[in-house]
Nanobody, 127 residues
Framework: QVQLVESGGGLVQAGDSLRLSCTAS????????MGWFRQAPGKEREFVCG????????QYADSVKGRFTISRDNAKNILYLQMNSLKPEDTAVYYC????????????????????WGEGTLVTVSS
């Protein structure tokens, strides 16, 4: 099993920056393909970004491309999400997610393809 714990959420103003962290345990972190998803009130959970095991390749949703940066530190077992130029529409609960990447670095954009999930951290952006 993999345990994922997010931190770093909070209340910020539009245009501000925030960095989320996700600490993983229970499995070799460098074997996991990681991602961030978010769920706004009344909406379905959606893909935000993902990163392959080595950290050398990433993918982003169009809505965050150029503003958000995903990264990982395999030595510390931590996944990061740097969020800049935040907008009110970025308000959501942000979830860290993972899948075992033993045979593939495929980055899922569908929630059903991620096996492990954190409890989420709330990000609120005021206008």
């Amino acid at each position: 099993q993999v345990q994922l714990v997010e931190s770093g959420g909070g209340l910020v103003q539009a245009g501000d920056s925030l960095r989320l962290s996700c600490t993983a345990s229970g499995r070799t972190f460098s074997n996991l393909v990681m991602g961030w998803f978010r769920q706004a009130p009344g909406k379905e959970r959606e893909f935000v970004c993902g990163i392959i095991r080595s950290g050398l390749s990433t993918q982003y949703a169009d809505s965050v491309k150029g503003r958000f940066t995903i990264s990982r530190d395999n030595a510390k077992n931590i996944l990061y999400l740097q969020m800049n130029s935040l907008k009110p529409e970025d308000t959501a609960v942000y979830y860290c997610a993972a899948r075992d990447g033993h045979y593939s670095d495929y980055i899922p954009r569908d929630t059903v393809d991620m096996r492990y999930w954190g409890e989420g951290t709330l990000v609120t952006v005021s206008s």
